[in-house]
Nanobody, 118 residues
Framework: VQLQACGGGLVQAGGSLRLSCAAS??????GGWFRQAPGKEREFVAA????????DYADSVKGRFTISRDNSKKTVYLQMNSLKPEDTAVYYC??????????????WGQGTKLTVSS
C-alpha cells in the first residue's frame, strides 16, 4: 500500500483546510492522521474505521477537525476548521488494521505541510 497525502499549505488562523490521502494498491483499513510540529515528536490526530462508523480524535483537535473517508476512491480526508498557529506541522496519513493499533500503523504516507499564520 502506498499512501499519498496532499492539501497542505499556508492559511490564516481561524481558517479552514482539507487534507486528502489516497491509497494505491490495497485500500485503507483504518485510516489515520498524525502530525509533527518543529522540534516535537509525531502525535496522533485522528482515525477512522473501515466503514466510517467509528472515529477517534486527539483532544487538541476535537470539535475542530473531522476525519472522513470515501472507500470508492480509497481516500481519507481531514477537514480542519478554526485553525490555530499551534496546528502548524507536517501532517502524515497512515493505515492500520484497527483504531486500537493506530499507534503502530502498518503504512505511512509522506507528509504534507500546514502552516497557520497568526
Amino acid at each position: 500500500v502506498q499512501l499519498q497525502a496532499c492539501g497542505g499549505g499556508l492559511v490564516q488562523a481561524g481558517g479552514s483546510l482539507r487534507l486528502s490521502c489516497a491509497a494505491s494498491g490495497r485500500a485503507f483499513i483504518t485510516g489515520g492522521w498524525f502530525r509533527q510540529a518543529p522540534g516535537k515528536e509525531r502525535e496522533f490526530v485522528a482515525a477512522i474505521s473501515w466503514a466510517g462508523g467509528r472515529t477517534d480524535y486527539a483532544d487538541s483537535v476535537k470539535g475542530r477537525f473531522t476525519i472522513s473517508r470515501d472507500n470508492s476512491k480509497k481516500t481519507v480526508y481531514l477537514q480542519m476548521n478554526s485553525l490555530k498557529p499551534e496546528d502548524t506541522a507536517v501532517y502524515y496519513c497512515a493505515s492500520a488494521s484497527s483504531i486500537a493499533t493506530m499507534n503502530h500503523p502498518d503504512y505511512w504516507g509522506q507528509g504534507t505541510k500546514l502552516t497557520v499564520s497568526s
